[in-house]
């Protein structure tokens, strides 16, 4: 059973456009939730992240918004650059963001210059 | 501050053997979690260490199996390797902490390529 549902497999947006990425959740205990990127041949490093309390968290060019009650989160990339070409995964994680993290199937955002 | 460091970085295996993974988490991280990552499954739990206790598990057979020493270093093991064992095994570390807390973030190492043939 997928808890953390990425449907979009890839991906692609022109250089300096919106990025937006898109994950749904199943389990309503989750209320901590995080975005990776992951590039090949290294492990996945944290971007961002958002607590259940709150339903917008920016962080330079990147934005993640929370929709509870759809049980969905989005990360919004502005303005898209090529060093965005990565596979990006959703995680979610319950008891305030103590408990294990459990994570999508992943996005690869391929940025064409 | 040193990242996380994970070894072998890539190794091939035959079907019926076992392999030891080892991970080395940040300095004065206590928690340590192990992940597979397959195609088109994106990364799977194994299991997470805290104070050399195994604090979760997830839904994998007991082949794979692992453990924390006292110094917060962890080790997987898996036996019997299949050829659906291959995989790139990530470890990540953290320190835990408060409500929401940014110590609850996950740091990961470059993982463990493992080609079982």
């Known amino acids: 059973d997928q808890q953390v549902k990425q449907n979009s497999p890839s991906l692609s947006v022109q250089e300096g456009r919106i990025s937006i990425l898109n994950c749904d959740y199943t389990n309503s205990m989750f209320d901590y939730f995080l975005w990776y990127k992951k590039y090949p041949a290294e492990g996945p490093t944290f971007l961002i992240s958002?607590?259940?309390?709150?339903d917008k968290n920016e962080d330079g060019r990147f934005t993640v918004f929370l929709n509870k009650s759809a049980k969905h989160l989005s990360l919004h990339i502005v303005p898209s650059q090529p060093g965005d070409s990565a596979v990006y995964f959703c995680a979610a994680s319950a008891n305030f963001g103590n408990e294990k993290l459990t994570f999508g199937t992943g996005t690869r955002l391929t940025i064409i210059p | 501050k040193a990242g996380v460091t994970q070894t072998p970085r890539y190794l091939i295996k035959t079907r019926g053997q076992q392999v030891t993974l080892s991970c080395s988490p940040i300095s004065g991280h206590r928690s340590v979690s192990w992940y597979q990552q397959t195609p088109g499954q994106g990364l799977q739990f194994l299991f997470e260490y805290f104070s050399e206790t195994q604090r979760n598990k997830g839904n994998f057979p007991g082949r794979f199996s692992g453990r924390q020493f006292s110094n917060s270093r962890s080790e997987m093991n898996v036996s019997t390797l299949e050829l659906g064992d291959s995989a790139l095994y990530l470890c990540a570390s953290r320190l835990t902490g408060t409500v929401y807390s940014g110590a609850n973030v996950l740091t990961f190492g470059a993982g463990s390529r493992l080609t079982v043939l």
């Open positions: 958002i607590s259940s309390i709150k």
